[in-house]
């Protein structure tokens, strides 16, 4: 009796791992920079103007220029107190007689700030603003008020056309060779921010130049290298010299291997990723998350994305780390992508006979964050092909935590016809979870024909689960009837767990 409440111990075990482990996820935040995008394209006007005067829903300025049409004169602008930014982070009121940039949409004869616009602060022809981070003042930079004009006409253009004119290519090109020879910094990386964007090819002589350095600008330089002077460039100046670059600068070279999708880079991406140590950077113009990935974290996302024929050995050796942290961010990335060949590795990795109790924890969010109808189904038909009876386990358990009624013949066919008892058993565990009312009769057919004493017990624990009066009838059924004393008191205390469940929604586990 002992040894069977011992196995029974275990086999519960694995279930708690399995379907109470949770992930946590990043949130995404409140302001999209594609919404910013919108209101330059979306709306009427671009005004440079002075602000004149104004209170807490409007305010008169006086235009100075309008970028993308013919306003002048003095003008009152309503719903400033709209702005999102503003309301978000509380910024500093508008100061009478400083000038700023404004994007509002024309009414009748009024001028109404889009909300989603962020009022930009003009000083000495310096727009105070950065084009990557349009919601985050705190890594805004000095933008030459020449290059905003470019930078609202080329989003316009490309919004309307897909691409720019020739004029306005032109005019992008030769600023960003004026302000690097000029050393204006600060307005460069604002010009390749739009040339990323836009897909505007730059000077290569004058662009290589600024990816040697190891500052701000070469970090945003070299991420956005793909993007703006394309693969060739990537593979030729870039790529012969990953291994150089440091800090920041590997990250953003990393990001650019994305872009390329260059296969042959993995080969390195891999040699790095076994040598150096994890980097985590600062959050910045071009790293703007809250938390931006580790070097070693980018890594994989590179070798996720570029998918050559060395990705999963790659990843499988990744998996196999002993390092609770470093296991859940890789998990973390590969949730992010869609595809049976990456369920598959996690599958194979998560089937390990040295996989500890703790890693199992971590690849169960693995699966409950990828969780969907079409990778239930998949994993169905894995299961058809699955290495051994571990793994069979897992699948099974993996497709009842998921929920999903469609999952119903499948379990019913493998609690019924697998040869296998511990295969059967878990097949039970994964019915009760879908906790359907279908389930019910199978469950207790399975109970009584079968003669495992262990394999009863379980199944009588997994059905109490199940929120259905019919489970009541099928225990009471089942003490009536039931040889074994030790079923029938397992059967008895399900009948008031269940009930309890019937009761109050939820198990009585959660009081204890």
């Known amino acids: 009796m002992k040894s069977i409440i011992f196995f029974k111990f275990i086999f519960l075990f694995l279930i708690t791992v399995f379907l109470f482990s949770s992930i946590e996820l990043m949130a995404a935040t409140k302001l999209a920079k594609n919404n910013f995008y919108k209101s330059i394209t979306e709306n009427d006007s671009i005004l440079l103007a002075t602000y004149v005067q104004g209170g807490k829903t409007k305010c008169k300025v006086k ?21 999102k930014l503003r309301q978000e982070i509380n910024l500093e009121p508008l100061k009478p007689n400083r000038d ?8 009748d004869n009024s001028f109404i700030l889009d909300p989603d616009s962020v009022i930009i602060p003009v000083m000495k022809d310096k727009a105070q603003f950065s084009l990557n981070t349009p919601y985050k003042p705190s890594f805004w930079h000095d933008l030459d008020i020449n290059f905003m004009k470019i930078l609202f006409t080329a989003i316009r253009e490309k919004a309307s056309a897909t691409m720019l004119t020739t004029d306005t290519e032109i005019a992008l090109q030769s600023i960003f060779e004026d302000k690097v020879d000029k050393k204006d910094f600060s307005t460069v990386r604002g010009i390749l921010n739009l040339a990323a964007l ?31 002077m394309g693969k060739d460039f990537f593979l030729t100046k870039i790529a012969p010299n990953l291994e150089s670059y440091k800090g920041d600068s590997l990250i953003a070279a990393t990001e650019a291997a994305i872009d390329s999708e260059s296969t042959e880079v993995e080969t390195q991406l891999e040699k790095l990723l ?3 140590q994890t980097y985590n950077p600062s959050s910045s113009e071009c790293f703007p998350e809250e938390k931006p990935m580790s070097n ?8 996720v994305e570029i998918n050559s024929q060395d990705t999963r050995k790659i990843l499988l050796r990744e998996l196999s ?29 998560s089937s390990a006979d040295s996989v500890t109790s703790q890693q199992r924890i971590n690849f169960n969010n693995y699966f409950m964050a990828i969780k969907s109808k079409e990778n239930a189904k998949y994993l169905e038909k894995r299961f058809e092909t699955s290495s051994g009876i571990f793994q069979s386990k897992v699948i099974l358990l993996i497709i009842g935590s998921y929920g999903y009624k469609d999952s119903l013949d499948f379990l019913i066919k493998v609690l019924n016809e697998d040869s296998k008892e511990e295969i059967r058993t878990a097949a039970a565990i994964a019915l009760g979870s879908l906790k359907s009312a279908e389930a019910v009769e199978p469950l207790r057919n399975f109970i009584t024909k079968e003669t495992s004493i262990l394999a009863k017990s379980i199944a009588i624990d997994s059905m109490a689960k199940i929120p259905s009066d019919k489970v009541q009838v099928a225990l009471k059924e089942i003490i009536k009837n039931e040889q074994n004393s030790k079923i029938r008191e397992d059967a008895a ?3 008031e767990d269940n009930l309890f469940i019937l009761r109050y929604g939820e198990s009585k586990e959660k009081y204890e």
């Open 63 to 83: 235009i100075k220029t309008d970028f993308t049409g013919k306003e002048t004169g003095t003008i009152i602008i309503k719903g400033i107190d709209n702005e």
């Open 100 to 107: 700023y940039i404004f994007i509002v949409s024309k009414k």
């Open 198 to 228: 836009t897909s505007v090819r730059l000077n290569e002589e004058k662009y290589t130049s600024i990816i040697s350095g190891n500052d701000l600008t070469a970090c945003v330089a070299l991420k956005h290298s793909t993007k703006i």
């Open 274 to 276: 076994q040598k150096i």
């Open 296 to 303: 070693k974290a980018k890594m994989i996302q590179a070798i």
């Open 321 to 349: 780390t002993n390092n609770p942290d470093w296991l859940e961010q890789v998990l973390l990335i590969m949730a992010q992508y869609e595809g049976e060949d990456l369920v598959d590795i996690v599958l194979t990795a």
């Open 493 to 495: 205390k399900a009948l």
